[in-house]
């Protein structure tokens, strides 16, 4: 059994009776974006490797490897949340899988390599650092969530370097910030191929977007169907229940399960 640090606990990796994860309040806990970004991102099963930047506590890789055998490697640079996914790895006995790497993402191909993955995934910082009136008091959680350490000119620059000519990659971000995915995407030789938009119901806002682009990519851009998180009463939808907890998760758990 690993050891568990502070406030942190272990839980179920949503209906998932085999996958565990260690998470805390007030370190780091997964939300809906991570599940949504390993639900959109098309994955190779049995060839190839994947870089995860922006690892947390290493959730997106546990999603991914549900899915996809081929070698994954997860780059947080804060030490704490770093700590977190090596001993989420060991929990769930992926160690042969999944790599994890205490890392700044900025120059990081310099040390891996450039352009030697299949696919890159990420689940950024969203908000600008000029954002104080959003910034999180806690440390761990405003470099999560605001642009301190990295910009996303940094993260496009960085995926743009680590995948391979033909690759993908895979982003969550925020809707108001799509024009800047597009132009600095293809500033760095990355073309926009899906987007999808997520709604929290159907008469609001998008408040997610789905990026996934192709390196040299030739300009070919689909808007996939959006999702829409919860129904008029506040509950799950049955598309959201059903990449929660799969096909017969979403018969047992049905619409009242716990949100994210």
Do not use: W
């Not at 993260?155 to 000519?165: F, G, H």
């Amino acid at each position: 059994m690993v050891e568990l640090r502070g406030d942190e606990r272990i839980d179920y990796l949503l209906a998932d009776h085999k996958r565990r994860i260690i998470q805390s309040q007030s370190v780091f806990a997964f939300s809906i974006d991570a599940v949504l970004l390993a639900h959109f991102t098309y994955l190779p099963f049995t060839r190839g490797k994947i870089m995860d930047l922006c690892t947390g506590n290493g959730v997106i890789p546990l999603f991914l490897s549900k899915r996809s055998k081929v070698p994954m490697t997860g780059v947080e640079i804060q030490e704490r949340l770093y700590d977190m996914a090596v001993r989420n790895v060991k929990l769930n006995e992926l160690e042969d899988q999944i790599k994890l790497m205490n890392d700044d993402l900025i120059g990081l191909a310099k040390k891996t390599g450039y352009h030697r993955y299949d696919l890159v995934t990420c689940n950024p910082p969203y908000f600008r650092t000029e954002d104080l009136d959003k910034r999180n008091n806690n440390e761990h959680l405003a470099i999560a969530r605001h642009e301190i350490y990295c910009t996303l000119e940094d993260v496009l620059k960085s995926c743009s370097e680590l995948v391979k000519s033909g690759g993908k990659v895979s982003l969550v971000h925020r809707p108001n910030r799509l024009t800047e995915l597009i132009e600095i995407g293809r500033r760095f030789n990355l073309e926009p191929k899906r987007i999808q938009f997520v709604h929290p119901k159907r008469n609001k806002e998008s408040n997610i977007v789905l990026v996934e682009y192709v390196r040299d990519g030739k300009p070919d851009l689909k808007i996939i169907p959006p999702i829409y998180i919860h129904d008029e009463d506040g509950n799950y939808t049955p598309e959201i229940t059903k990449i929660l907890y799969g096909e017969e998760g979403s018969r047992l758990h049905g619409s009242n399960s716990t949100k994210l």
